[in-house]
């Protein structure tokens, strides 16, 4: 089962700052938490991933808070083109391996 | 672009056959992932394959078989297709090992199954 805990849905007016949610109250100290995106039945598109430190990139700002129990994917200046589900993904060992196990994501829509 | 080609794009099939589907793998990952996405929800993991080994898997029937080789493509196989098998199939190319939770796993496009 996903370890993670999303909204389904969110708004976002096109240039204005998305603030997506993921709770990962079960998170080991050693597990990442990855951030994917998938638009329209295309394949996964890796947007970022953390450990305990905040990271930013040229897509987003991944926010982690100190306890590791939750964290918010940011991205700054949202366009059309953002509107997809987004998934937060902590990353799992063990018997299955490194993978991603999938939760149900959340839906932006992003809107002009 | 990712560097991970899946193959076929689309596929038919009737009920009670096998099919194959390919994956190529980003250059220098030796890690393949495979997972089945039906309509409306998220994608769920079938196997992963390390090393052509086998490195773990999810709750899929042992109808559902995978291979890898030494050029670290894979090898998606099903066997006595069930209707329920319609889906969209995706594979994830990453760099395993140690370590290998802290690296990035790139997706294809994914191959859509119909299964009639």
């Known amino acids: 089962d996903a370890k993670t805990t999303q909204p389904p849905s969110m708004d976002c007016a096109e240039g204005r700052a998305a603030n997506l949610p993921c709770n990962h109250s079960?998170?080991?100290?050693?597990?990442?938490v990855y951030w994917y995106r998938q638009i329209h039945s295309q394949g996964p598109q890796y947007i970022i991933h953390g450990l305990k430190n905040n990271e930013t990139n040229e897509m987003a700002s991944l926010i982690i808070t100190e306890d590791r129990k939750s964290s918010t994917l940011i991205l700054p200046h949202a366009t059309l083109r953002d509107t997809a589900v987004y998934y937060c993904?902590?990353?799992?060992?063990?018997?299955?391996?490194?993978?991603?196990?999938f939760g149900k994501g959340t839906t932006l829509s992003v809107s002009s | 672009e990712t560097g991970v080609t899946q193959s076929p794009t689309h596929l038919i099939k009737t009920r009670g056959q096998q099919v194959t589907l390919r994956c190529s793998s980003q250059s220098g990952h030796n890690t393949v992932s495979w997972y089945q996405q039906a309509l409306g929800q998220g994608p769920q993991f079938i196997f992963q394959?390390?090393?052509?080994?086998?490195?773990g898997r999810g709750n899929f029937p042992p109808r559902f078989s995978g291979l890898q080789f030494p050029n670290y493509s894979s090898e998606l196989n099903v066997n006595a297709l069930e209707l329920d098998d319609s889906a969209l199939y995706l594979c994830a190319s990453s760099l395993g090992g140690q370590g290998a939770r802290s690296t990035e796993a790139f997706f294809g496009q994914g191959t859509r199954l119909t299964v009639v």
């Open positions: 079960t998170i080991s100290g050693n597990e990442y």
């Open positions: 394959y390390y090393r052509e080994e086998e490195n």
């Open positions: 993904i902590v990353r799992v060992g063990g018997q299955a391996g490194t993978a991603l196990i």
